[in-house]
């Protein structure tokens, strides 16, 4: 017989993590803990993190909601899986909960190369949104760490000074060293996302994600078929649970990528979903963190790395939270790499 338990705990970020939505100062994450009779020394742990404002679960009834299901587990993951569709963060959770309870409660999800110690996963560095002189220390400190891959997170400066920015990175890193991918926030309006997108291609840049909010398919379609910037759709994926109302998003909007959150999307089964049906209509895709603790990024992570994906992901986001669970995973020259010779420290979900 299963038993559930959780236990919120707060996150505080060493630095304001700030995007057009805002500035985050800390976050909270819910963490199932998950039993079994017949091996009552192991225990299956999985995290249900929020980002505020932008989850689905963000809800003052979230509390009741994962009480309820710790006093009710489902048997199985299909169970789960059709109980909590409005519920993505926490079906995330049960379901690394289930998968790492079924693996011996050890934290090795999906065992691979990665998990060895013996392959690492190319990640972008992140830059947060600040002030131009703090935006531009924290490209610097990003490269010098070894990232070839720069995500800046834009549209909350004046959009001059966003241009100069990027003006004066790409003056000393041309599009040969160093790739550029920009974030948005969804920050563009639909009238000037076009014009503002012919000036940003001036410099080279990879991708943008999620220019105009989400939920404007006819506009985000014109976008896509007209940007001079390729174009990943990253909010507009949130709450989209059913796989005919997928379908009719690719094919109607038809951009260039997707950005997958298991956090956002249900967990892992809900983003396979997506991937199958990105390799069918040939549109790109990578796998993003949602400012997971290192329990949530430890097993996005491993399951990233058994889906052979060539893309540059985005999971380099662990080291932003300065009371984090010590853990096996660290970033080395733009890397995420699994040292399986270091412990976990989760004395704080005791």
Not at 262 to 283: N, R
Request: glycine letters at 8%.
């Amino acid at each position: 017989m299963l038993h559930a338990t959780f236990k919120k705990r707060t996150f505080h970020f060493r630095k304001p993590a700030g995007t057009s939505r805002g500035n985050l100062l800390s976050k909270d994450s819910y963490f199932i803990i998950l039993s079994d009779d017949d091996n009552p020394g192991n225990q299956g742990i999985g995290e249900c993190s929020l980002m505020p404002g932008l989850s689905p679960d963000d809800r003052p009834d979230l509390e009741d909601k994962i009480s309820d299901i710790c006093r009710h587990m489902p048997d199985s993951l299909d169970e789960s899986q059709q109980s909590l569709a409005d519920w993505p963060a926490v079906q995330a959770g049960i379901e690394m909960a289930f998968t790492d309870l079924e693996n011996g409660g050890s934290r090795i999800l999906y065992p691979s190369g990665f998990t060895a110690g013996m392959a690492s996963i190319p990640t972008h560095g992140l830059i947060w949104m600040g002030k131009p002189d703090e935006m531009q220390e924290q490209i610097e400190r990003r490269i010098n760490e070894g990232h070839r891959v720069i995500k800046m997170k834009i549209g909350a400066l004046n959009f001059d000074e966003e241009l100069n920015l990027i003006r004066a990175m790409r003056s000393y890193y041309p599009a040969r060293e160093i790739s550029i991918r920009l974030d948005a926030n969804g920050a563009f309006s639909p009238a000037e996302a076009l014009s503002k997108l012919e000036k940003l291609a001036a410099f080279d840049i990879h991708s943008i994600e999620q220019p105009i909010r989400q939920g404007q398919y006819k506009a985000m379609a014109d976008i896509c078929r007209h940007s001079p910037i390729p174009v990943a759709l990253d909010e507009e994926l949130i709450g989209v649970r059913n796989p005919e109302a997928k379908r009719e998003l690719l094919e109607t909007i038809r951009p260039r990528h997707i950005v997958l959150k298991p956090s956002l999307l249900g967990g892992f089964m809900a983003s396979q979903e997506w991937i199958e049906l990105a390799l069918e209509l040939k549109v790109g895709w990578w796998i993003n963190s949602a400012l997971e603790s290192n329990i949530g990024l430890n097993a996005i992570a491993q399951w990233t790395a058994t889906l052979n994906n060539t893309m540059v992901q985005g999971l380099g986001t662990g080291s932003l939270i300065n009371n984090n669970f010590p853990s096996p995973l660290m970033v080395k020259k733009g890397n995420l790499q699994y040292n399986p010779h270091y412990q976990w420290d989760l004395s704080a979900l005791r």
